[in-house]
Protein backbone atom coordinates (compact mmCIF):
# COMPACT_ATOMS: atom_id res chain seq x y z
CA UNK A 1 0.00 0.00 0.00
CA UNK A 2 1.48 3.38 -0.71
CA UNK A 3 1.25 5.95 1.66
CA UNK A 4 2.87 9.48 1.76
CA UNK A 5 3.06 11.53 5.05
CA UNK A 6 3.55 14.99 5.06
CA UNK A 7 5.20 16.86 8.65
CA UNK A 8 6.81 19.52 9.84
CA UNK A 9 4.03 22.09 9.42
CA UNK A 10 3.73 24.44 12.73
CA UNK A 11 3.32 27.84 13.72
CA UNK A 12 6.53 30.16 12.36
CA UNK A 13 7.48 33.70 12.22
CA UNK A 14 7.23 35.71 9.30
CA UNK A 15 10.69 35.83 7.79
CA UNK A 16 11.39 32.73 9.57
CA UNK A 17 11.87 29.41 7.82
CA UNK A 18 10.28 25.91 8.01
CA UNK A 19 11.01 22.45 6.47
CA UNK A 20 8.03 20.14 5.53
CA UNK A 21 8.56 16.63 4.77
CA UNK A 22 6.74 14.21 2.44
CA UNK A 23 7.74 10.82 3.16
CA UNK A 24 6.50 8.13 1.10
CA UNK A 25 6.62 4.33 1.87
CA UNK A 26 4.79 1.17 -0.19
CA UNK A 27 6.58 1.94 -3.53
CA UNK A 28 9.88 1.59 -5.48
CA UNK A 29 10.85 5.40 -6.97
CA UNK A 30 11.86 4.72 -10.28
CA UNK A 31 10.01 7.84 -11.70
CA UNK A 32 7.79 10.25 -10.25
CA UNK A 33 6.02 13.07 -9.79
CA UNK A 34 6.17 14.83 -6.54
CA UNK A 35 3.85 18.07 -5.90
CA UNK A 36 3.24 20.35 -2.97
CA UNK A 37 -0.58 21.84 -2.82
CA UNK A 38 -1.71 24.14 0.03
CA UNK A 39 -5.61 24.74 0.77
CA UNK A 40 -7.40 27.61 2.34
CA UNK A 41 -10.55 27.01 3.41
CA UNK A 42 -12.65 28.69 0.99
CA UNK A 43 -10.46 28.84 -1.19
CA UNK A 44 -9.46 26.88 -4.70
CA UNK A 45 -6.10 24.65 -3.79
CA UNK A 46 -2.87 25.94 -5.06
CA UNK A 47 0.22 24.50 -6.17
CA UNK A 48 2.75 25.46 -4.41
CA UNK A 49 5.61 23.37 -6.03
CA UNK A 50 6.21 19.97 -8.23
CA UNK A 51 9.56 18.24 -8.99
CA UNK A 52 10.06 15.62 -11.36
CA UNK A 53 12.85 12.75 -10.69
CA UNK A 54 12.97 11.95 -14.75
CA UNK A 55 14.81 15.38 -15.58
CA UNK A 56 14.93 17.10 -12.18
CA UNK A 57 12.75 19.68 -13.28
CA UNK A 58 10.84 22.11 -10.96
CA UNK A 59 8.01 24.24 -10.53
CA UNK A 60 7.06 27.23 -8.51
CA UNK A 61 3.93 29.04 -8.15
CA UNK A 62 4.69 32.49 -8.74
CA UNK A 63 3.65 33.63 -5.09
CA UNK A 64 6.34 31.45 -3.29
CA UNK A 65 9.35 31.90 -5.93
CA UNK A 66 12.80 32.69 -4.66
CA UNK A 67 11.72 31.73 -1.14
CA UNK A 68 10.42 28.20 -1.17
CA UNK A 69 13.13 25.64 -2.22
CA UNK A 70 12.14 22.06 -3.28
CA UNK A 71 14.13 18.97 -2.99
CA UNK A 72 14.13 15.02 -2.61
CA UNK A 73 16.27 13.22 -0.06
CA UNK A 74 19.15 12.34 -2.29
CA UNK A 75 20.35 9.23 -0.53
CA UNK A 76 17.06 7.61 0.27
CA UNK A 77 14.75 9.33 -2.26
CA UNK A 78 12.00 8.24 -0.22
CA UNK A 79 11.46 11.54 0.81
CA UNK A 80 10.49 15.53 -0.52
CA UNK A 81 10.95 18.17 1.73
CA UNK A 82 9.45 22.06 1.00
CA UNK A 83 12.03 24.55 2.51
CA UNK A 84 10.32 27.09 3.37
CA UNK A 85 12.20 30.85 4.14
CA UNK A 86 10.83 33.79 4.55
CA UNK A 87 7.62 32.89 4.92
CA UNK A 88 4.49 35.61 5.29
CA UNK A 89 1.17 35.38 6.85
CA UNK A 90 -0.09 34.83 3.58
CA UNK A 91 1.49 31.46 3.00
CA UNK A 92 -0.62 30.28 5.87
CA UNK A 93 -2.62 27.08 4.86
CA UNK A 94 -2.91 23.27 4.68
CA UNK A 95 -0.06 21.99 3.15
CA UNK A 96 -0.57 18.44 1.41
CA UNK A 97 1.86 16.59 -0.65
CA UNK A 98 0.94 14.18 -3.53
CA UNK A 99 3.19 11.76 -5.65
CA UNK A 100 2.23 10.53 -9.71
CA UNK A 101 3.81 7.18 -10.11
CA UNK A 102 2.73 6.53 -13.93
CA UNK A 103 -0.93 7.15 -14.06
CA UNK A 104 -1.23 6.82 -10.38
CA UNK A 105 -1.66 9.93 -8.10
CA UNK A 106 -1.92 9.20 -4.33
CA UNK A 107 -2.22 11.56 -1.28
CA UNK A 108 -0.94 12.60 1.76
CA UNK A 109 -2.48 13.91 4.69
CA UNK A 110 -2.38 17.52 5.40
CA UNK A 111 0.37 19.54 7.81
CA UNK A 112 -1.05 22.84 8.91
CA UNK A 113 1.25 26.00 8.50
CA UNK A 114 0.66 28.77 10.52
CA UNK A 115 2.35 32.05 10.16
CA UNK A 116 2.06 35.02 12.64
CA UNK A 117 2.79 38.36 11.72
Known amino acids: EVQLQASGGGLVQAGGSLRLSCAVSGITFDDYAMSWIRQVPGKEREVVSCTSKSDGSTYYADSVKGRFTISSDSNTENEVFLQMNSPKPEDTAVYLC?????????WGQGTLVTVSS
Open 98 to 106: NALFGVNLY
